[in-house]
């Protein structure tokens, strides 16, 4: 999984944007108000940025602690854009899954199940999308090769969809109320291997998915 093509090699700053120029050639502009601490932050905090020692991220110590990942990670930023590509996609075709590659429905699928884990958990994601959506982000892992994260999601979708087969069981919250102690600790184990893989995910999405194309 060699991503030393999107290191970063400089970056430029204004009031409004972030302009970087990656190791290949490639320049990202990223707009300030998209990051809250950032866009809070007065211009001569934001003036003082550090690359961290991968050169993958970006600490800005008068803003916030530096950390291993950076503030601003361009892997994870890489991987926003790409999954947003395929939403716009989807919004062009007006809704029409079926008229995407395999390849933008794995993705848009993939961004809904971070979108619900990461606010809330895999009962919300459960909840909202269809076996086809949730098939298709167990097939975009499987692909990028995110195999732990692959077996937490099965292992979530397996207690959930035993329960849904109860015609008594008519909603999420029934569902939930239904579990016993055994299964609550399945989805507490479950969900934390999700939360403890998720930093690879990015990196891993765009070895396989590319930065440019599905």
Known sequence: MDLTHLRIRRLELDDTRLLFTLANGMRIDEPIQAHRLLQRAAPPQRAQWQLT????????????????????????LLWRRRAARAQARLTAQRGRMDALSPGERELIALARLDADMSESGYARYFDRWDATTRS???????????????????????????????????????????????????????????????GDLARLGLAHYGVDKA
Not at 172 to 183: F, G, H, K, T, V
């Open 53 to 76: 020692d991968d050169s993958f991220g970006v600490n800005w110590p008068a803003i916030a602690p530096p950390t291993a990942d950076g503030l601003l990670n361009m892997p994870e």
């Open 136 to 198: 298709d982000a167990l097939r975009g892992l499987a692909a990028m090769g995110a195999a732990q994260t692959r077996q937490a999601i099965e292992g979530l979708g397996a207690v959930f969809e035993r329960l849904e087969e109860d015609p008594d069981l008519l909603s999420i919250e029934d569902i939930l109320d239904a579990m016993n102690e055994a299964d609550r600790q399945r989805v507490q184990g479950w969900e934390e291997v999700y939360y403890r893989c998720l």
